[in-house]
């Protein structure tokens, strides 16, 4: 039975395979780490992912759900197009997928992307030179990064062209005006490089908001900070380590997004 303030619509579990099942459990996962961050933006936003194993099937969130609602078996499953798949009391909140479905459709790697509206996102993304490579933690998105000039409310498909050129094969985007987007092999390695992409844009805005003069790394310091990095990312810590711990702190809090 939900929880008081949740929606009961019983469980899609044994109607899906387990490859999708899985991919339902992580991204609902992801959606409620979003929400307890405070990355959220009401109902606004998207996180998708590519279930394993279909012809472009994918997993978004329903229309009029908060992110700390979310739950494996209320996302909606859709094709490129955004029209749903499964029986469901629900709709897809289809008015941002036009930028999810034009990765995924042009990137077979991107199985997973996440969009959001962060105040730290927004603001950097409103400044001319964008993000800048001010700490250790800035080095990753930075070195990925690519952007995309604000065209309106992304509804358009006209836009879907102009986006995938602009991101290229970077694994993040940022919109200009809009805010930040990331695209992962898994939803593990996509909420990773979100997770600092946005503590990048909230470092910069702090230390900016600070006026001190500033000090910047040396060449040589970024040269070595751009190896290692490599070298890290080579190891698979993102489904490895991180989205095993981030699943049970989820659990902790509240594990009906199992549901």
């Given at each position: 039975?939900?929880?008081?303030?949740?929606?009961?619509?019983?469980?899609?579990?044994?109607?899906?395979?387990?490859?999708?099942?899985?991919?339902?459990?992580?991204?609902?996962?992801?959606?409620?780490?979003?929400?307890?961050?405070?990355?959220?933006?009401?109902?606004?936003?998207?996180?998708?992912?590519?279930?394993?194993?279909?012809?472009?099937?994918?997993?978004?969130?329903?229309?009029?759900?908060?992110?700390?609602?979310?739950?494996?078996?209320?996302?909606?499953?859709?094709?490129?197009?955004?029209?749903?798949?499964?029986?469901?009391?629900?709709?897809?909140?289809?008015?941002?997928?036009?930028?999810?479905?034009?990765?995924?459709?042009?990137?077979?790697?991107?199985?997973?992307?996440?969009?959001?509206?962060?105040?730290?996102?927004?603001?950097?993304?409103?400044?001319?030179?964008?993000?800048?490579?001010?700490?250790?933690?800035?080095?990753?998105?930075?070195?990925?990064?690519?952007?995309?000039?604000?065209?309106?409310?992304?509804?358009?498909?006209?836009?879907?062209?102009?986006l995938v050129a602009d991101m290229g094969t970077k694994n993040c985007l940022i919109l200009r005006n809009h805010g930040t987007l990331t695209a992962g092999e898994s939803v593990?390695?996509?909420?990773?490089?979100?997770?600092?992409?946005?503590?990048?844009?909230?470092?910069?805005?702090?230390?900016?908001?600070?006026?001190?003069?500033?000090?910047?790394?040396?060449?040589?310091?970024?040269?070595?900070?751009?190896?290692?990095?490599r070298v890290v990312a080579g190891a698979n810590g993102a489904d490895n380590f991180v989205w095993p711990a981030i699943l049970r702190k989820m659990d902790r809090l509240d594990p009906s997004f199992r549901d």
């Amino acid at each position: 039975m939900a929880k008081p303030g949740m929606l009961d619509i019983g469980s899609v579990k044994d109607k899906v395979s387990a490859a999708e099942w899985e991919t339902r459990v992580n991204l609902a996962a992801a959606y409620r780490m979003v929400a307890h961050l405070g990355w959220d933006d009401l109902i606004y936003t998207h996180i998708s992912a590519r279930i394993p194993g279909t012809d472009h099937h994918f997993l978004i969130n329903p229309l009029g759900l908060m992110f700390e609602e979310i739950t494996a078996s209320s996302l909606v499953k859709v094709d490129l197009s955004g029209k749903q798949l499964m029986d469901t009391p629900f709709i897809p909140n289809a008015a941002g997928f036009v930028i999810h479905s034009a990765i995924h459709a042009a990137r077979d790697d991107a199985m997973c992307v996440l969009h959001l509206h962060t105040d730290y996102g927004i603001a950097v993304s409103n400044q001319k030179d964008g993000l800048l490579p001010m700490c250790q933690s800035s080095i990753p998105p930075w070195m990925t990064v690519a952007y995309h000039d604000y065209e309106g409310f992304a509804v358009n498909d006209g836009e879907k062209e102009r986006l995938v050129a602009d991101m290229g094969t970077k694994n993040c985007l940022i919109l200009r005006n809009h805010g930040t987007l990331t695209a992962g092999e898994s939803v593990a390695k996509a909420f990773e490089m979100m997770f600092f992409l946005e503590k990048a844009c909230r470092v910069q805005i702090l230390t900016q908001s600070a006026g001190a003069e500033l000090h910047s790394p040396s060449k040589e310091a970024m040269d070595n900070a751009m190896r290692d990095v490599r070298v890290v990312a080579g190891a698979n810590g993102a489904d490895n380590f991180v989205w095993p711990a981030i699943l049970r702190k989820m659990d902790r809090l509240d594990p009906s997004f199992r549901d």
